[in-house]
C-alpha cells in the first residue's frame, strides 16, 4: 500500500489503498483544454459532484500535485475561476496537462485516500503531507543503565518505552529537555559511563560530574556515582507515571514553584519555571489527546458505500487497521467479517511504525476531534462481532443497522 513511486515513474494509476474497491469510483480523467471556459464546460459534463481526490499530470505524465475535495466538480472548476483564489492554484494549471479524479464514498475516506498518495508519488505541489516534512515523532524512555527521555522519528530497539506520535517537533524537543530537567535525568550521551554508588568498587568513589548539572542540582550524576540504582529507578518511574497520565502532580508543584518565586521578585526564576511548566502543559495536552483517542477510537466506524454494501474501517486504539467490505447478500463476507474482527480486537497495542501509518494516526484523531458527531457512529467490537454472528444465525441481510444516510449512486 505504501509503497514509493519516484517522481520519474509515468503515471498510470493512483495505485492500491488501505481502502476497499467498493469505497472508490473508477479512474477517470481528461486532457485539459487550453481556454479557461473549456476547461470548466469539460468539468462540466465529466467530473461528477461527489467526494474524492484529484491529481494534475504535466506533459511527461507525472503527478505533480493531489488534493482531496466534499466535490470533485466544483473544486476543479475553481481552478479555472477568472481569478483562482490561490496563485498555487494558476502555477499548477500552468505546469499540467491532464487532469485525474476518483470518487470516494465518503469526505474522511477521502482525506485517508489523498495521504496515501502524496506518500506514495511524492507530488512537488504538495507541502503539507510530505514524509520528509514536519514529520511528527515520539518521546521515548531509552533502554540504558541511566534511562532518560529523548525524541525520536521511530520506535527503535534503544526504546524501552515510546509515547506517541506527536505533531511539533520543535516544541516536543523542548517539552523534552523539561521532562529530563525536572526529573532530574541525565541528558548526556549513551556513551557515557555510567556508575552508582551502591555498585562495589575496587578504589571508592574518585570520581567527578562530567557537566554542571549535577551543581545545579538538575541529574544526580549517574556518570560519578552519586547516586544509587534505585535512586535513578524511582525517577524513571515518576517519569514514566506521568507520561502515561497517571500522576500529574509535576504541573502543580511547578506552578506553585513559579507563583512562590514571583512573590519572592526572583523574577527570572519565575520565568525559567513558567517555560518549563508551559512545555510539559503542552506535551500532558498531546499525551491526553491521544490517551482519550485510543480509549473512543477503538472498534468499527459504518460508512456507506455503494448500494447495498457497507465499509466497515476498523479503528484499533486509534489507528486504522483495515478497512471491511459487507454484501447483504452474502453471508460469508459476515463469517469473515467476525473472524477478522475477533483476530484485530486480540491484538496488543502497536505504536505506528511507518510514515503514512504515522500520518494517518494523526490524520484520523484531528478528523474525529473536528467531527464529533461520527464518534457516536463508531460501534465496539463486542458489539460488531455479536451482529455478524446474528446474522449468520438468523439469515439477516446486514449485519447493523445501515447509517442514516443518502445512498450512494454506483460509479460506474
Not at 486509534?318 to 447483504?328: D, E, N, R
Request: net charge positive; proline share 5%; aromatic share 8%.
Amino acid at each position: 500500500m505504501s509503497t514509493l513511486i519516484t517522481r520519474s515513474k509515468r503515471f498510470t494509476s493512483f495505485g492500491p489503498s488501505i481502502l476497499i474497491r467498493q469505497t472508490r469510483g473508477l479512474l477517470r480523467g481528461s486532457q485539459i483544454p487550453r481556454e479557461r471556459l473549456a476547461a470548466r464546460q469539460m468539468l462540466r459534463d465529466k467530473c461528477p459532484t461527489l467526494p474524492g481526490v484529484y491529481g494534475w499530470l504535466d506533459s511527461n505524465r507525472h503527478l505533480v500535485y493531489v488534493g482531496k475535495s466534499k466535490s470533485l466538480r466544483s473544486r476543479l472548476l475553481s481552478y479555472f475561476a477568472k481569478t483562482p483564489s490561490d496563485n498555487k492554484m494558476v502555477r499548477i494549471r500552468q505546469t499540467s496537462e491532464t487532469l485525474v479524479w476518483e470518487p470516494i464514498s465518503n469526505e474522511l475516506l477521502a482525506l485517508i485516500r489523498e495521504q496515501e498518495l502524496i506518500h506514495r508519488w511524492r507530488p512537488d505541489f504538495n507541502r503539507q503531507g510530505q514524509p520528509n516534512r514536519m514529520q511528527p515523532a515520539f518521546v521515548c524512555i531509552s533502554h540504558s543503565p541511566a534511562p532518560n527521555a529523548y525524541l525520536s522519528r521511530k520506535t527503535s530497539p534503544r526504546a524501552s518505552l515510546a509515547f506517541g506520535p506527536i505533531a511539533g517537533t520543535r516544541r516536543l524537543r523542548l517539552a523534552i529537555e523539561s521532562l529530563n530537567h525536572e526529573f532530574q535525568l541525565r541528558d548526556c550521551a549513551d556513551k557515557t559511563h555510567f556508575k552508582f554508588n551502591d555498585q562495589l568498587q575496587l578504589f571508592g568513589n574518585s570520581f567527578t560530574a562530567q557537566c554542571i548539572r549535577h551543581e545545579l542540582g538538575t541529574c544526580p550524576a549517574p556518570c560519578a556515582a552519586y547516586c544509587s540504582t534505585g535512586e535513578y529507578q524511582q525517577r524513571v518511574e515518576r517519569l514514566h507515571d506521568f507520561l502515561a497520565g497517571r500522576d500529574r502532580r509535576l504541573l502543580d508543584q511547578l506552578k506553585a514553584r513559579m507563583n512562590a518565586a514571583a512573590k519572592n521578585q526572583s523574577f527570572e526564576q519565575a520565568a525559567n519555571i513558567r517555560d518549563h511548566l508551559d512545555h510539559l502543559s503542552w506535551l500532558d495536552r498531546r499525551l491526553n489527546g491521544l490517551r482519550m483517542s485510543e480509549e473512543v477510537l477503538d472498534g468499527v466506524l459504518q460508512i456507506e458505500a455503494r448500494k447495498d454494501r457497507l465499509a466497515w474501517l476498523v479503528l484499533r486504539q486509534g489507528k486504522l487497521v483495515q478497512s471491511i467490505a459487507y454484501h447483504a447478500n452474502r453471508p460469508d463476507r459476515a463469517q469473515a467479517a467476525m473472524e477478522t474482527l475477533t483476530e484485530i480486537a486480540n491484538r496488543r497495542k502497536e505504536i505506528p511504525s511507518t510514515r503514512l501509518d504515522i500520518s494517518l494516526q494523526l490524520l484520523i484523531v484531528s478528523w474525529f476531534r473536528k467531527h464529533p458527531h461520527y464518534r457516536r457512529q463508531i460501534i465496539g467490537f463486542e458489539q460488531a462481532i455479536e451482529s455478524c454472528r446474528r446474522c449468520l444465525q438468523a439469515g439477516l441481510n446486514s449485519p447493523v443497522e445501515r447509517p442514516r444516510q443518502a445512498v450512494w449512486a454506483d460509479f460506474s
